[in-house]
């Protein structure tokens, strides 16, 4: 969740400085979701991950993710973000229920296993079938598709900020999909 973003041109309930205060004394919640891509069996062949600019100017991996803004639903939510970051053709095909596959808690205190230095916050994680085209936007500069063995191996677990790489491993093991 720490990254430089676009500005939401529909930022919702709260100006960026009443944001700012909110986190300040408030946890938020979130979702995030894991694009993948299935076989015939429903077996997790590809996870796809974003490559964002973070804040210090270095590129990172990241996952799709924001807030669930007041009086939106979680699954409202997670297809607003899903289509935001990866496009109207992306075709997520977005779960029946409101089960997530995990669930994370961002600290801004260093040391912790989720580290967001803005604020408090509980994400929502969403393992998501896609079988579109994802087309990134907004402050994504590309999408890497790889299977489940590379998206968790140390080299790219090092690229996603705040514990996301522990984040992905654990929503990628409910669905089966680690070795």
């Not at 938020?28 to 590809?46: H, K, N």
């Not at 803004?69 to 899903?82: I, P, W």
């Not at 075709?91 to 961002?106: C, D, G, R, T």
Request: hydrophobic residues 40%.
């Amino acid at each position: 969740m720490a990254s430089t973003r676009t500005p939401d041109p529909n930022p919702g309930w709260l100006s960026d400085d009443e944001l700012s205060e909110i986190r300040r004394r408030l946890p938020l919640i979130y979702v995030e979701a894991v694009p993948v891509r299935l076989d015939g069996m429903g077996e997790v062949t590809e996870v796809g991950l974003m490559l964002r600019v973070s804040s210090e100017g270095s590129i990172t991996r990241a996952l799709v993710a924001g807030r669930v803004l007041f009086g939106e639903s979680v699954r409202d939510a997670l297809f607003r973000h899903l289509e935001k970051d990866l496009g109207p053709m992306a075709f997520p095909q977005l779960p029946p229920a409101a089960q997530p596959a995990h669930v994370a808690e961002y600290f801004p205190f260093p040391g912790s296993k989720f580290h967001d230095p803005r604020q408090h916050a509980v994400s929502l994680v969403y393992v998501v079938p896609v079988t579109g085209t994802c087309q990134p936007r907004q402050d994504a500069l590309d999408m890497t598709w790889m299977s489940p063995d590379e998206a968790t191996s140390e080299e790219v677990l090092r690229e996603l900020e705040g514990g996301r790489g522990a984040l992905l491993k654990a929503a990628l093991a409910t669905v089966g999909a680690l070795n």
